[in-house]
């Protein structure tokens, strides 16, 4: 019996542990804004299926779970629970290629205790599920840059890029850089199964009938608003920003993070070209490369083009996993060219990278809130206390802003609340029996109200009309 070795039993338990953490977060956390947005969706609410809050796959997958298992919170976020673990295999996949326990490890590290991408893993959305077919891709993909792999690990490449795609729509950059880089590959190696082109071409077609009129539509409707109009500003600044997760680390440590970043781009270019010059060898480290110029491009092209924003913040999480791989795959080439004692020094390097991002995430590990939502962090328990306030023998109204409204309605519906009437936005200059709103808008209220609980985490109160 070949036995497990070390790197594989450190990763295989700290995976355990953070499926546990995800898990208990999925379980614990209030649902949130664009979680509830989903969850109508899949309730029929026609106009916001036509909608940018429409993932297809997590709409599909929520549906599944809320027919299996109920609407709870636990159950509508367990496609994401599971997507974090197709994630971690494929992250382990990729980086025992490497043949290197200690990069392995801190690989890894690297690769899932990202605090803010973490928080995608937990919640109803399509970002968790796009990283984790993206991951399975690239761990196809890279199986492929040696020109051994058979037409069943191309086929199923593709198979993951579509369902990275389907599961959020700006995960389609990457998918044209796959495709791409897959004809480089076919061409160099001089492979091509007459079968597998005809059913990948007809997955493609499929694929893009369906996406193609949709992001049209979004863009003539106006809903491709989220975005940055710059690429630095957009795409990397607030990347690191939120990966920071409320850290204030100051502009210098997002100077020098940026610097890293584009130093290990031209080192990969670096390397890469010096293994096509020196012996015609696209290496995964070469893939890696290719994937992300073409990533980075795309967005730069269509904003030319067609005048859309550069991806920020959760848009343009897909760029983490590829840059962090090729930071670890750059040092896995170093390594090979270097001599003992330098080799020493890139490893020392790497695990002091993947030492501070432990204690970032450390740090930052909780129970209570997520990033983006951070306002939502009480909704849940609001709700607990609105329903032992009221009386539910007559009609309850509450008026919220437009932020609140979404979990609130989600609440007002999983929990059978048909005392409560349905919770409209914009409604805190109307007369309800109760108000939920931050403490500095109570001023919008007209009438008089006493305060049934205060928030200060978020800053926010439950109000009750007086009588």
């Known amino acids: 019996m070949k036995r497990i070795s070390i790197s594989t039993l450190i990763v295989g338990i700290f995976s355990l542990l953070l499926t546990g953490y995800v898990g208990a977060r999925a379980y614990l956390l209030s649902f949130t804004h664009d979680e509830a947005l989903s969850f109508f969706i899949i309730k029929g609410d026609a106009y916001l299926a036509k909608t940018a809050n429409h993932h297809f796959l997590n709409s599909l997958m929520m549906s599944v779970c809320s027919y299996v298992f109920g609407n709870s919170e636990w159950s509508l976020r367990l496609p994401n629970i599971f997507a974090l673990m197709i994630y971690m295999i494929s992250c382990f996949l990729i980086l025992r290629r490497l043949g290197h326990p200690i990069l392995t490890v801190c690989g890894f590290l690297l690769l899932t205790l990202n605090p803010f991408m973490l928080d995608f893993f937990n919640l109803a959305r399509g970002y968790g599920l796009s990283l984790a077919f993206m991951a399975a891709n690239l761990y196809c993909l890279l199986e492929m840059s040696n020109g051994k792999t058979g037409e069943s690990v191309r086929r199923t490449a593709y198979l993951f890029g579509a369902l990275a795609v389907l599961s959020n729509f700006t995960l389609l950059n990457y998918y044209i850089a796959f495709i791409l880089a897959d004809m480089l590959l076919q061409y160099h190696y001089k492979k091509s199964g007459i079968i597998s082109n005809i059913l990948i071409i007809g997955m493609n077609i499929a694929l893009f009938a369906y996406i193609l009129p949709f992001a049209f539509m979004l863009k003539r409707d106006g809903e491709l608003y989220y975005g940055g109009t710059g690429f630095w500003e957009g795409a990397f600044k607030t990347l690191i920003q939120d990966s920071f997760y409320f850290q204030n680390y100051g502009e210098m440590i997002i100077g020098c993070i940026a610097a890293i970043l584009i130093s290990t781009l031209y080192l990969s270019a670096v390397l890469s070209a010096r293994q096509w010059i020196k012996f015609k060898i696209i290496n995964p480290l070469s893939v890696l490369f290719l994937i992300i110029i073409l990533t980075l491009l795309a967005p730069v092209a269509q904003n030319i083009l067609f005048k859309t924003l550069y991806p920020k913040s959760r848009t343009a999480l897909a760029y983490y996993p590829l840059l962090m791989l090729m930071l670890i795959f750059s040092c896995a080439e ?134």
């Open 334 to 467: 170093l390594i090979l060219l270097l001599k003992p004692y330098s080799r020493r020094v890139v490893l020392s390097v790497m695990i002091f990278f993947s030492a501070v991002l432990c204690l970032h995430f450390l740090q930052t590990a909780n129970l209570r809130y997520t990033h983006t939502w951070i306002y939502d962090t009480n909704t849940k328990e609001m709700m607990t206390a609105l329903i032992r306030d009221a009386d539910k023998q007559k009609k309850v109204g509450a008026g919220t802003n437009t932020l609140f409204w979404p979990a609130m309605n989600y609440y007002r519906i999983t929990k059978g609340l048909e005392w409560l009437g349905p919770v409209n936005r914009k409604s805190l200059n109307s007369a309800y029996s109760y108000y939920y709103c931050f403490a500095d808008e109570i001023r919008e209220i007209t009438g008089k109200t006493a305060i049934v609980q205060y928030y200060p985490a978020t800053k926010t109160v439950l109000l009750k009309t007086k009588k």
